[in-house]
Every structure is written in structure tokens, then in C-alpha cells.
């Protein structure tokens, strides 16, 4: 916490977060549209984010922030703890002369960059347009008010309190506005105590960010103002203005006096009068301090502090008793008491009164000291790299280019390492950096790897069993569940590249395909893991024949799935096994396989199972086939009609088949319906009956013109038995 | 009412999907196709669940995430990454509301992913607050007020330097024994550093100059660490990637622990073969630390590409990149500069000229010469706490370099022509000197000298 918010009061922990948030994001912002173009991405989401920042600051409504040059401050209370992006975000305001800003609300993004924009400003260019407030009123905003700061206005303020120094300083550093009379009468009265002009050259003397040059000046134009206002209203007071001001002089750095001596040389006005004037009034005691201060912090005599006391004191008597005067005062130091004093200060005091552009020029211990620390700073400030030059470095470490590198990387180890069992090495941190682009979806990454193994894999040199073996490894990794997520949303480009790497990494995942396939519900990803199966060929029969073989049911029926998918008559024998098997469910999907199937050879099979098998598994089959009720199913109920034995056990198969035709309404049945109406055993007319019954009934559900043909002719001219039938049914 | 099994599949959908956003929002810029297209998926996945739930709440409890009370322990071991960067980042649950749309989801991603360059370790944590949106609540491990640190001091960097060289060399002995460096010994190293870089970065770079002459193979590695975090900082970088150039430069000679001692430390200039040999050290750098977890794609990328020169000479052979990466550029140039300025038992520290010559090789197109420039600004050709000679013959400490003439430091003599030590040490500007034209004073650095011959410690003058 700076040292004027010491006695402030403080803001809770929530208020510090909001406070600190909205300092950090306005401070980004303001950094993102200075340093990038304005189409930037950057200062896209950097705007984003302040309007976030500002809505949790004002949720409670609107919200005044105070400025000071180190601080910002909410309701009057300073934030719980320092942060450097508040003391940053301060600083940036308080350079624009920003002393309150008040927030309504949030605004979208686009309404802060009128704001930043003029953060981006440099102060000169602020001034020179009239100020920030009459900037910002010129964009018309209404969502954030601002109170410029006005330094008569401090100054009145402060008036019998301890003067805040930097402001006044800066003030006076603004060399475009004159000081109005109250300032200069506050200054006046500051040059009218010489403990307070002292504390106000102090504080000239550590302000930063300004140079000796501008010191000097700001000082020096206080110093012609006070003196011309003096003269103006109170001409008798102007002698102790000056002894004032002369007593303050003591306290300045060599420097800093050197400086106003360089500025009021070559000059021919009443400043460079003014500073002589003042230097002439400087005392002996005066001059003395002023070089006892400077030799105790330096640890002697350097060249700046020779230059400034031959300058002040040129009458060659009057510096030695200055200096005996500093050296009682050194004494008295630290410095005094250190072995060899005495010739120390001889030392000291020769190079103050003999020195001539000669040996020693150093500055002090202490900012030898502080200019280390500040060195780097330094360093970035000399610098011409313009901000695209940083921003490029910058970039080539971003996230996507380091992406980019470390699969170059792992494409150049997989190419150039010639040792094959570091290769084997290398092929598992490419697994893994497979799995991880797969994850994120950067097929094209993981396809150039894969492209890598697979060409091992495939040859015959010695990378070949590490390179089989990674693939092994990928194929049993997380690698199949992205690929599975993402065939269920990608576009059909990437669903493409899957396919692709899949293939690439080889059979070894039809096994995790064909159990995706199996679970899976959406018709497009079930199209897409089939499409990959069948790119397998062969290879993909070969899984399947182990999906077949396998204890758990659900993996049967996923070979059954994949069966049908591959198709063709090749399948109907791994088909047909599992007409036997001992689950309904698998037993049904094999059904539906060989339906699907469709030949003679398929409906044989069928039919061989139905009459070979248990009464559970012909129930099974038979519920299968009566539950398929469509028109694919009708060749087989036709072949059950024409083939199967309707006197033994699979009567109720033959009944269900014929009632199934029916209900397909089979137009193309309809003579083998009539065939069937006037089949018959007379030694078993009940059993004839009732198949005619049903017969009588499909053909009556058909009701084609040719089906209604067979009824009436039936129902005129037939046997008995049939005749019966139809009545029945007619009736 | 959602039945149990589908509400597994949809939840285990959604913690992939979320695992995948925020994985691409980590590897990738935020307006990459990747980020967005896997940004829609998890949109659509949390639809998927937000038609049964108004509020999705994903815990993570023991190493398990749960998806709304139920535990998704097969999405949890493939999802370990994820459970780590919610650890890290002090993350409990994340509720997530049904009026979420695409943009917030969007922004919590981004977020999420700046939050993680930047900070790290409790900053982190306590940066996670920033995560809450209006329909994405984050809770999180609330953390104690943290202290300021204090700044450090000189005998804290010593410490620290003398620490970083002992842990370099049990990076160095884990590598050669297991072919993985500790990567947790180096990270805390590194963060250690780093925060000496941001804080007292010309004091920590003037340490480098203090090597100890027996443990060569260390201290270069933490010089060219601090050297390569010194200009990092100097282009503004900070936070995590700071840290990864940093512990990339510390790891860039790794490789070399599987190069045969002989050759490594042969006094004599190598024969072509042994060369080859030596030359690998690139190729195994990058195969020990890919193959180490826990250190970051970075590390392996410096190791691998830090001989290369952007005029595409140097090695691995046959190997070219159409522009090098700041942190590759930057490890070269402090890896030439401290492997040239180190006096080795068969080697002599090379002037700084001739260093600098070396910089500038082949008209400048080998290194980025702005980089150069900016590196000899930051250390000056004779750096802070370089003992050095003067052309007078006296001997002096450089004090501070001055950016506008890095060959002229601020010096403070310490020893007069004759060798006698001065009781009253005084400050030269030599850019001053130079400036006056005095012939009569010291205006120049003849040579950098051994402080320990001297038995003076240099950093106590600075």
C-alpha cells in the first residue's frame, strides 16, 4: 500500500477480488489496443473481458473508483492488499490526469475502445487535444464518467495539510499550462517555510519516470512564479522567499543543481538570473550540509558534487571554510569513524578544490546499487524493437505453434534416429501423442505420425516389430474411444481422415470398431464404423470370426452385425452357427442376418434350423421370423410354405408363415396359397382344416382380384374340406 | 425419466468432450478450428444432458470425476490430465446451468486457458475465482491470504544459485541413470529461478559470471537457464512461460549424458567421428525428455533444435525449420555465450570480442541479430560482476553496463596497476572516460579475469 493510504480504510475481500479483476483486465485491454492492430483477436478478448470485469464490479450498481498516482480506491477505501496490476492501472490513469472514474454499467466491448484508445495516448497528445476529459466527452459515451484532475483544486484542497508533492510536481511539470494565482499562491506559501520548500525538493528530487532536465525546469518555473507573483503582491517578503528557497537548495542532489546551473546557462532572461540569485544566497552552512550530505551517501567526493561545489563556491577562501564545516559534519557519520578518515578527507577535499575534468567520475554506491536493479529496465527502453517484432518472438512460443513443433519434433526422431532400439523408444511418447492430438481432434497430426509406423510396420527393416508393436499399443489405448466420440459429430472430411488413420493403424482395431458398432445408435456413426470394418476386408472377417466365438452375447450379436454388413453368401455358414446358439437374442439377429441374406441357400439354412433345432430355438426362430414382418421376409415364409413338412413339429412354423403372407398382403403368394388351400390329408382332416382355415385367411387379407379369384372359384368348385374353409372364413 | 445406462453413456460423452476443450484450449490458440469445433461438441453433449437436468454439477472427488452423483471412473482414467489441471487449479466442482450457451462456454474455455499461462502454484488457485460466468459457477479450495513476498537479497541468490547448481546435477545423474530427469526437482528449480529473474534479474545474471570452474557441465546449464530467462523477461514474458523457456534451457544439453565421458571431456579438438558422436546429444536430448513426463513440449523442442541457426546450418543434419522458435534462438545465444566465456580446465574463457564475433558469424545470419544486440545490451560485454582488467593495467569490478555502449561498463577498481589493493575503491565510468577523450585514464576492458584468484567475491560489490 503506498504511504498515503496508510490511515485508509480497507475493502473487504470480495470488493478487493472485483476492484483488483477490473484493474487487471483494464490494464490488459489498455495494453492489447496499444500495442496490437485494431483487428487483433487479442484485443478482442481482452475487451471481453473487461466488460466481465466491469459487470461483477457494478453488479451492485454504479461504482466510483478513485485515483491516486499508486493506488485505486472504491467507496474511499483502499484494496486489502498491493497488487501490482491496481498500482499499474493506477499509474496509467493518473498519468492521464484521471482523478475519478466513475462506472455505470457494461457496456458491450465495442464500447470501451474509445476509452482505451485515448489510455493509448500518449499524455502530450492528450494535452495537446484538451485534456482527457474533453476527449472523452467528444465520444459521446455515457457509461463511464470521468473527473479530470485539477491541481489548483488540489492545492486548495491541501492547503494546511501535508501537500501531496507529486502532484503539484506535475503540475509544474506541465510546462503548456500556466499556473493559475491560487497554485502559484499555495507555492508561494510553500517557498515561504524552508522545511516545507525542502520537503517539496525531496520529493522533486524522487519522482521518477522524469529527467534531471525536466526537474530542473518544473523547478525552475515554480521558482519564476513565486518570485514574479512575490514581486507582484508582496515585495517585502521576496528576501525570505529567496534565504527559503536558497536553504532548499542544500538538500538538492549535485545533479540536480548542476542541471539548474546548465539551464541557466545561455540564458539571458530573469530565470537565469533567478538561479544565481538563489545560489548566492546559500550560506556557508548551507553549502556545507549540501557537501557533507552528498561525500556521507557516496563515500566520497565524485565528480558531479566537485563540478556543483566549484560551481557555488568559486572564491577559492570561502571553500576551505566551507569545507572545514562538511568535514566536521562527516565526522560526525559512520564515515567518521572508519580507519583513515583523516586521509580520506584530505583526499576528498583535494579532488573538491584541484579537480579539472581529471581522474574520477563515478557515480555513488547506492544507485550503483539501484542502477543494477534497474538495469533490464533500462535495457527495454533503449531498445528500437518495434511491438510486431515482440509480438513475433512472442508468438512462435504461443500454445499452437509449440503444438505445431513438437510434432515436427517427434516426425524428425521418428525419421532421423537410426538405432533401432531407441527408435522403439521414441514410438511411446508418439503413441501417447497420438492419443492426445486424437483427443483434441487434429487428425492431420495424428495422421502424419501413424503415416510413420504404418511404413515401419509394413517393411522389413529393423523398426519393423518396435513399429507393430506401437500400433498394438495404440490400438489397446484410449486411442478407439476419440475416435469413436468423434465419428459420431465430425463433418464428413474429418470422418474421412478417421477412416484413414484407422486403416493406417491396422486390424488390430476392428475388435474396439466392431464394439462401438455394436452400442452404437446414431445412424451415421453405425455407417461410418461399417464403412471403416469394410475397408478392413478380409482382415475384418477375421475379428468377426473372433467376435463369433466369443462368451459374452452382446459380442455375438455384434458379429452377427458385422456379418450382415460384409454380406454376401461367404457368411451365411459363421451365420448359420449361430442359429444354434444358445442366447434368443443372438439367435434373432442371426435370423435377421440371413434374411438379410436372401438367397435359397440362406432360406435353406433356415428352414434346417428350424427342423433341426430344439423347441426353444425353433420358437425363437420362429417368433423371429413372424416379428420381421416385411416384404424382405417374403420369400422365406413363401420357401417354409413350399418346403416345410406342415404334418410334424414345425406345423405352427408352417401356420405362422402362411398367416405372415397374409399380412404382407403377398400379391406374388397368391398361387402358392392355392396350391396350399387344396393340400390335404384325409386321414387327418382336423389338421387339414385348420391349415386350409389359414390358408383361406391370408388369401382373404391379400384381396387382390386374383386372390378373391381363388376364394370364390375355391368356394364354388373345391373339395368339401376347402369349401368348408373359406365359409368359415367368410363368415 | 433418463434410465441409468443412457445417462452413463451422455455423461461419460460430456467428460470427454470437456476434456477435449480444454486440452485444445491448453495446446491451441483460442480461435483455432480445433478449439471451436470441440467447444461445439461439449455444447452439444451438455444439450444432450441438460434436457434431463437443469444444473450438471461435475465434482472431482479422490482422482474421480462425477457427473452429477454419478462416478464416471472409466472417463476418470483416461481424464487424468484434466483431474490434474482442476487440482491445480484448486477446482472442486463446476456447475453448469441449462441457459449456458456457446459463447460462455467459450469464454470459461478461454479462460480457463490464460489463467494457466499465466499463473501458477497459489496464484493460481486464487485466479480460478475468475472462472465464475453467470451459468458456470466454479468452486473451488479457498485459499489463506497470502503473504507479499520479499524481495530477495544477494545472499538469498547466492543460496539459490549454489541450490540450483546441486539440483542440475542430480537432473544430470537421474538422466544418465534412468534417461528421465527429475522433473519435479527441476520445476521447483526452475520456479525458483524464475522468480529471482522477475525480481533481481541483473544480480542473478551476474551470479552466472561466479562459475565454479570444476562443475562446468552445471553450472552452464543453470547459467544458460537464467542467461536464456534474463532476455525472456527482458521481451516481457512472464508466468508459466517464462518458466518453460527456462527449464528448456536448463535441460538443453541433457543429451549428454549419454555421450561417452571421453569425448565429452576431451581436452583436444575432437576427430570428425567423435564429433558425430558428440553431436547427437541433440537427438538424445529430445528422446530423454519426450519421454519424460511431467516436463513440458518446450523442453524436448530447445534440446533438439537448440544447435540449429536460422540460416539453416548447425544439427541435427538434415533436419530445418523454416524459422526457429524465441526460445530455441534465445537457449543458442546463451548457450554460445556461457559455453565461450567459461574457463574450463582445457579451455581458456574466450574475450568477449571473439564471443560476440561468434554471435555475429557469417554476416549476422546465424543468430537473430536483434536478439544479439538485445542480450549484449541486458549483460553488456563484460557483465555485472565480471572481474575484469583495464587497460591501465588496474583491476576493477564491473559495476553496471550501460545499454548505449555495452563495451564501456561502470567499473569500480579495486586493485591498482601494480597489484596493490586500494583502500578506497573508486567508480570509473568508462563511457564517460571514453567520451572526454582522456588518455590518462582507464577507458577500456582488456580482459575478464578468475574473481577467485583475486580472493575477492565480486558479488558483495554489487
Known amino acids: 500500500m503506498s504511504t498515503q493510504e496508510k490511515d485508509l480504510p480497507l475493502l473487504d475481500q470480495d470488493s478487493t477480488a472485483r476492484l483488483t479483476d477490473f484493474a487487471r483486465a483494464c490494464k490488459v485491454a489498455a495494453r492489447a489496443v496499444s500495442l496490437y492492430p485494431p483487428t487483433h483477436p487479442a484485443i478482442r478478448l481482452s475487451l471481453v473481458r473487461l466488460v466481465d470485469a466491469v459487470a461483477r464490479i457494478t453488479a451492485k450498481g454504479t461504482v466510483t473508483l478513485g485515483v491516486v498516482p499508486d493506488n485505486l480506491l472504491m467507496g474511499g477505501a483502499a484494496p486489502l492488499r498491493p497488487d ?39 499524455f502530450d497528445e492528450v494535452r495537446a487535444s484538451g485534456g482527457v476529459g474533453r476527449l472523452w466527452s467528444a465520444t459521446g459515451q455515457r457509461h463511464l464518467e470521468l473527473q479530470e484532475i485539477d491541481y489548483a483544486d488540489i492545492l486548495r484542497e491541501r492547503e494546511g495539510i501535508a501537500a501531496q508533492w ?48 525536466s526537474k530542473a525546469s518544473a523547478l525552475l518555473r515554480m521558482l519564476r512564479g513565486v518570485v514574479d507573483l512575490v514581486s507582484r503582491t508582496d515585495p517585502a517578503r521576496m528576501e525570505s522567499v529567496l534565504r527559503n528557497v536558497a536553504e532548499g537548495f542544500g538538500t538538492l542532489s549535485p545533479d540536480l543543481l548542476l ?26 552552512e548551507t553549502l556545507a550540509g549540501f557537501v557533507a550530505k552528498d561525500v556521507i551517501a557516496q563515500g566520497g567526493a565524485v565528480t558531479r558534487l566537485t563540478h556543483a561545489f566549484q560551481a557555488l563556491v568559486p572564491e577559492p577562501d570561502r571553500r576551505h571554510g566551507v569545507l572545514e564545516m562538511a568535514r566536521a559534519q562527516v565526522a560526525e557519520s559512520p564515515l567518521g569513524e572508519t580507519a583513515g578518515f583523516v586521509d580520506f578527507w584530505k583526499d576528498t577535499a583535494n579532488k573538491l578544490t584541484s579537480y579539472s575534468d581529471e581522474r574520477y567520475v563515478s557515480e555513488s554506491y547506492a544507485r550503483n546499487l539501484s542502477g543494477v536493479r534497474t538495469q533490464a529496465l533500462e535495457v527495454e527502453r533503449v531498445t528500437d524493437d518495434p511491438p510486431e517484432r515482440i509480438g513475433g518472438w512472442v508468438t512462435s512460443v504461443g500454445a499452437t505453434e509449440v503444438r505445431a513443433l513438437e510434432l515436427r519434433l517427434l516426425l524428425d526422431l521418428l525419421t532421423i534416429e537410426s538405432d533401432a532400439e531407441r527408435w522403439q523408444g521414441v514410438t511411446f511418447p508418439v503413441v501417447s501423442h497420438i492419443e492426445d492430438l486424437l483427443l483434441v481432434g487434429d487428425f492431420d497430426g495424428a495422421i502424419q505420425l501413424t503415416t510413420i509406423l504404418n511404413s515401419e510396420a509394413s517393411g522389413e527393416g529393423d523398426r519393423k516389430p518396435a513399429a507393430v508393436a506401437a500400433l498394438a499399443r495404440l490400438a489397446e489405448g484410449v486411442m478407439m474411444t476419440h475416435v469413436v466420440t468423434h465419428l459420431r459429430s465430425v463433418d464428413e472430411e474429418s470422418a474421412e481422415q478417421l477412416r484413414k488413420f484407422c486403416h493406417m493403424v491396422g486390424s488390430s482395431i476392428v475388435g474396439g470398431l466392431a464394439e462401438a458398432l455394436a452400442g452404437e445408435k446414431r445412424a451415421i456413426a453405425r455407417q461410418r464404423f461399417t464403412q471403416i470394418l469394410l475397408g478392413f476386408g478380409a482382415a475384418g472377417k477375421t475379428a468377426v470370426e473372433r467376435l463369433r466365438a466369443s462368451a459374452n452375447p452382446a459380442v455375438r450379436r455384434t458379429a452377427i452385425y458385422l456379418l450382415r454388413e460384409f454380406g454376401g453368401s461367404d457368411a451365411l455358414p459363421d451365420l448359420t452357427t449361430l442359429l444354434d446358439d444358445t442366447e434368443p437374442h443372438v439367435q434373432r439377429e442371426a435370423v435377421r442376418a440371413i434374411l438379410a441374406i436372401g438367397t435359397e441357400e440362406a432360406y435353406a439354412e433356415l428352414q434346417r434350423a428350424l427342423a433341426t433345432g430344439t423347441n426353444q430355438t425353433r420358437e425363437v426362430l420362429t417368433t423371429a421370423l413372424v416379428a420381421m414382418r416385411n416384404e424382405r421376409a417374403i420369400p422365406l415364409f413363401e420357401y417354409i410354405v413350399r418346403k416345410i413338412d406342415r404334418k410334424g413339429p414345425l406345423r405352427s412354423v408352417y401356420l405362422r408363415a402362411v398367416e405372415s403372407l397374409g399380412a404382407l398382403k403377398a400379391e406374388g403368394s397368391v398361387g402358392l396359397l392355392e396350391d396350399a388351400l387344396y393340400s390335404g390329408e384325409w386321414w387327418s382332416p382336423f389338421r387339414t382344416a385348420e391349415l386350409r382355415r389359414a390358408v383361406a385367411t391370408a388369401l382373404s387379407r391379400i384381396g387382390t382380384p386374383e386372390a378373391e379369384r381363388v376364394l370364390q372359384e375355391a368356394a364354388k368348385s373345391g373339395p368339401r374340406g376347402v369349401r368348408a374353409a373359406i365359409r368359415a372364413v367368410q363368415s | 425419466m433418463i434410465d441409468a445406462t443412457t445417462r452413463a453413456h451422455l455423461s461419460d460423452d460430456l467428460i470427454r468432450r470437456f476434456g477435449a476443450s480444454l486440452r485444445g484450449i491448453q495446446l491451441y490458440s483460442s480461435s483455432h478450428p480445433i478449439v471451436a469445433r470441440n467447444l461445439e461438441g461439449l455444447a452439444e453433449a451438455l444439450r444432450a444432458l441438460h434436457a434431463h437436468e437443469a444444473s450438471i454439477v461435475i465434482g472431482i472427488v479422490g482422482g474421480e470425476l462425477i457427473v452429477c452423483d454419478l462416478p464416471m471412473t472409466k472417463a476418470s482414467a483416461s481424464m487424468g490430465e484434466l483431474i490434474r489441471r482442476f487440482g491445480a487449479m484448486g477446482i472442486e466442482r463446476i456447475t453448469i446451468d441449462r441457459q449456458v450457451a456457446l459463447d460462455e462456454l467459450r469464454r470459461f474455455a478461454g479462460r480457463f486457458g490464460q489463467l494457466e499461462k499465466k499463473h501458477s502454484g497459489d496464484a493460481l488457485k486464487e485466479a480460478a475465482a475468475q472462472l465464475d460466468s453467470p451459468n458456470i459457477r466454479v468452486g473451488r479450495v479457498t485459499l489463506e491470504e497470502q503473504v507479499p513476498e520479499e524481495k530477495t537479497d544477494a545472499s538469498t541468490i547466492r543460496r539459490m544459485y549454489s541450490e540450483a547448481v546441486s539440483v542440475a546435477s542430480l537432473l544430470w545423474e537421474s538422466a544418465r541413470i534412468d534417461s528421465k530427469p527429475d522433473a519435479s526437482a527441476a520445476q521447483s528449480m526452475i520456479d525458483m529461478l524464475a522468480q529471482a529473474v522477475v525480481h533481481n534479474r541483473s544480480a542473478l545474471m551476474a551470479l552466472t559470471a561466479l562459475k565454479d570452474y570444476d562443475d562446468y557441465t552445471f553450472t552452464h546449464m543453470v547459467n544458460v537457464s537464467i542467461l536464456t530467462m534474463g532476455q525472456a523477461r527482458g521481451l516481457g514474458i512472464e508466468g508459466p512461460l517464462l518458466r518453460e523457456i527456462g527449464l528448456a534451457a536448463l535441460m538443453h544439453d541433457i543429451g549428454k549424458v549419454k555421450t561417452p565421458s571421453e569425448i565429452l571431456n576431451k581436452p583436444d579438438k575432437l576427430t ?74 582445457y579451455q581458456q574463457a574466450f574475450p568477449s570480442e571473439r564471443i560476440l564475433a561468434v554471435l555475429q558469424l557469417n554476416d549476422g545470419k546465424q543468430f537473430d541479430q536483434h536478439l544479439v544486440r538485445r542480450f549484449v545490451q541486458l549483460l553488456g560485454i563484460y557483465p555485472v560482476g565480471n572481474l575484469v582488467r583495464l587497460n591501465t593495467g588496474e583491476v576493477a569490478i564491473v559495476l553496471q553496463v550501460h545499454a548505449a555502449d555495452p563495451y564501456r561498463p561502470k567499473v569500480r577498481v579495486l586493485f591498482a596497476a601494480d597489484g596493490i589493493r586500494l583502500d578506497l575503491p573508486r567508480d570509473i565510468n568508462l563511457w564517460e572516460t571514453v567520451q572526454d577523450a582522456r588518455d590518462d585514464l582507464a577507458s577500456t576492458v582488456v580482459a575478464p579475469l578468475n574473481p577467485a584468484e583475486y580472493g575477492i567475491d565480486p558479488l558483495s560489490f554489487i
Open chain 1, 84 to 122: 501490482q496490476a491496481v498500482r499499474e492501472t493506477a499509474a496509467l490513469l493518473h498519468d492521464h490526469m484521471i482523478g475519478l472514474l466513475t462506472l455505470h454499467s457494461s457496456p458491450d466491448p465495442d464500447g470501451w475502445l474509445p476509452f482505451l484508445n485515448i489510455l493509448a495516448k500518449s
Open chain 1, 259 to 284: 542541471e539548474l546551473l546548465a539551464t541557466d546557462q545561455g540564458r539571458a532572461d530573469k530565470a537565469a538570473d533567478l538561479v544565481l540569485q538563489v545560489a548566492s544566497r546559500m550560506t556557508d
Open chain 2, 272 to 345: 570428425a567421428e567423435e564429433f558425430t558422436i558428440m553431436k547427437r546429444h541433440v537427438v538424445d536430448g529430445a528422446e530423454i525428455l519426450r519421454g519424460t513426463p511431467e516436463i513440458p513440449a518446450l523442453a524436448p523442442i530447445v534440446a533438439f533444435e537448440h544447435h540449429l541457426r536460422i540460416d539453416g546450418t548447425g544439427y541435427p543434419y538434415g533436419v530445418t525449420r523454416p524459422h526457429l522458435n524465441l526460445a530455441t534462438m534465445l537457449c543458442g545465444i546463451a548457450d554460445v555465450y556461457d559455453a565461450m566465456r567459461s574457463q574450463r580446465k
Open chain 1, 166 to 213: 507529486d502532484d503539484i510536481i506535475r503540475a509544474c511539470l506541465n510546462l503548456d499550462s500556466p499556473l493559475d494565482d491560487k497554485s502559484l499562491r499555495a507555492l508561494v506559501e510553500v517557498c515561504g517555510n524552508a522545511e516545507r520548500f525542502t520537503e517539496f525538493v525531496l520529493a522533486l528530487e524522487q519522482s521518477g519516470e522524469t529527467s534531471m532536465g
